[in-house]
């Protein structure tokens, strides 16, 4: 069966926004920065295009489904402030937009994600609800309603609770300093004395 297009270009543009925040090395690289501008012209122009809808339709058609939300939370709480600094803004004028727009790709894809019948138990299993849940109060201000979006798509789902306190604090961690799989490893409250110290 022939792969939708919709869904071609979905998972491309899922790519560059994962390989663009997973480290500075990828966007400062000589074949990266030769076709920056294209790669983020590609990536307006999905989220311009297309809706999350469409693209949970193609992905029906091809009957694909997602097995975990771990990698696109990830994305969404990834502090692009904070990896922005005047050298590569510099060097790469566009790397700003190309952070937001990364997060706002994994907005979209969470989004889609939680249409699925089976996010309810994914989300649980993975302990990434309360997480979801505090998102547009952590997410930059221009995606902030996309995430409320997102929240209201997964409670059709999932049964809404308010997250707890250490879930709360955790978030916001994960929104400023620290990434998200640091904050929700067993050792965390361990180490999170020494951590905050070295920040």
């Not at 949970?56 to 939300?69: G, H, I, K, N, P």
């Amino acid at each position: 069966q022939a792969v939708d297009i919709t869904v071609i270009k979905y998972f491309t543009t899922l790519f560059f926004s994962l390989i663009s925040t997973a480290s500075t090395d990828c966007i400062t690289s000589e074949g990266f920065g030769h076709f920056f501008a294209d790669i983020l012209s590609f990536m307006h122009k999905f989220l311009h295009d297309y809706t999350y809808k469409q693209v949970r339709d193609a992905e029906l058609e091809t009957t694909y489904f997602w097995s975990t939300f771990k990698p696109f939370v990830k994305l969404v709480y990834f502090n692009y402030e904070k990896h922005v600094n005047g050298y590569l803004v510099k060097e790469k004028p566009l790397v700003q937009d190309l952070y937001l727009t990364s997060v706002k790709a994994g907005i979209f894809s969470l989004q889609n994600m939680c249409l699925s019948d089976e996010s309810q138990d994914i989300l649980e299993k993975e302990e990434l609800t309360d997480f979801m849940i505090c998102l547009p109060w952590y997410a930059p201000d221009d995606l902030k309603d996309d995430a409320r979006l997102m929240v209201e798509i997964m409670s059709e789902k999932v049964k809404p609770h308010p997250p707890t306190l250490m879930n709360i604090v955790k978030a916001r961690l994960a929104s400023w300093c620290m990434p998200l799989e640091e904050v929700m490893s067993p050792s965390f409250v361990d180490k999170i004395h020494e951590r905050l110290y070295e920040l």
